[in-house]
């Protein structure tokens, strides 16, 4: 998530939705077939079968200074993993940062110590009363508990490298943003794929990896994209040959151009996937301040030239990060989100709506921080905006023919 959102106000007593949601979750199982191992074929996703599957998803944040799956102070994690099924969602972009797979020391403090360092002790209560069997596991553990729990569940999983040194993500200076800057060691990267490529070969959920997010900042170039994430990908394609890989784009995930005259050269094939991120603040306030229908038009545009041009070449394009303001009260963002759904439908995309948290154990400072842009409440209890939901919920199926021609 880049830096440029409006500030919002912390304010825990908003209205919740009337929708008893996670709270009185219905036990009844659905029988989900098992879609691993995936692999594209032309623009779309497919199973063993050869038949699309679309990646529904919505974003799990696990990659700030806890270091711990966000919410599991407030449900059981099985509770929050099924109810991202009943909300509609196949799958998940579970986040990670980069030093819980290269830093062992980091990797073995348990959960109830990390919580203590930072003086979370309110979340500590919450997470022994919902989670007793994840308090006590070390970092790595739990992550891997949640993946678990996830995959027990039926929901897929996409893993995605957020960010190296645990904390919110993203801005030019923040030392994460690109190959070479002061926590974005290549080599140290490359091992941390390799890990966790390695530790999760055996997760049949697991069906994707997203390299790295919003490549950004002064150093960021096009030469050594192509250096780092071919070698990137391939690193994880040896230690884990079922998983799709997704790459990302410069300048925050917005631009894939330059794939246009140079595509990326890989030993393997039917396994490449590229990511784009979208948001209404991703045009400063132009939805607000012009004609919303010109503006559709034209960063449509621009969006399909900087990266829906993929599709076009046969690659999925995942668009792995997008979302609102769920309170509905950002002007911005509803005309933004009117021309996201058209266009999403349109092209019956795969993407990952940001976020799932209704609120963070710390973010950016702040304990308790409220998310705005979440589909569950503060208290990780009810759908926030069920309204946004059942407009969404038009995008969770596949609804395009596979072999339709989507050049345009
Ligand atoms: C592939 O997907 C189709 C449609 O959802 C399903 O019927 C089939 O069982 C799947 N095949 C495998 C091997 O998962
Ligand atoms: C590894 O993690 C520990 C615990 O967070 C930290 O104190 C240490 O500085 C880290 N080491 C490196 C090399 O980043
Ligand atoms: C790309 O960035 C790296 C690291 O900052 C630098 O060494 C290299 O010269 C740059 N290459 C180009 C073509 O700008
Ligand atoms: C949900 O969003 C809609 C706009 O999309 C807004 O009108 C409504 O007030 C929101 N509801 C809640 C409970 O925030």
Redesign the pocket.
Known sequence: MPPLQILRKKNDNMGSSSIFFLCVLSSFLLYVAMPQPLSTNSRWVVNESGQRVKLACVNWVAHLEVVVAEGLNKQPVDVISKGILDMGFNCVRLTWPLFLFTNDTLASITVRQSFKNLGLVESIAGLQANNPSIIDLSLINAYQAVVASLANNNVMIVLDNQISKPGWCCSNSDGNGF??DQYFNPDLWIKGLTKVATMFKGTKNVVAMSLRNELRGP?Q?V??WYRYMQKGAEAVHAANPNVLVILSGLNYDKDLSFILNKPVQLTFTNKLVFEVHWYGFSNGKEWETSNPNLVCGQVLGNLMGNAGFVLGQGFPLFVSEFGVDMRGTNVNDNRYFNCFMGWAAEYDLDWALWTLAGSYYLREGVVGRNEYYGVLDWNWCDVRNSSFLQRLSVLQSPFRGMFENTRK
């Open positions: 190959f070479g150093k170039n030469t050594d």
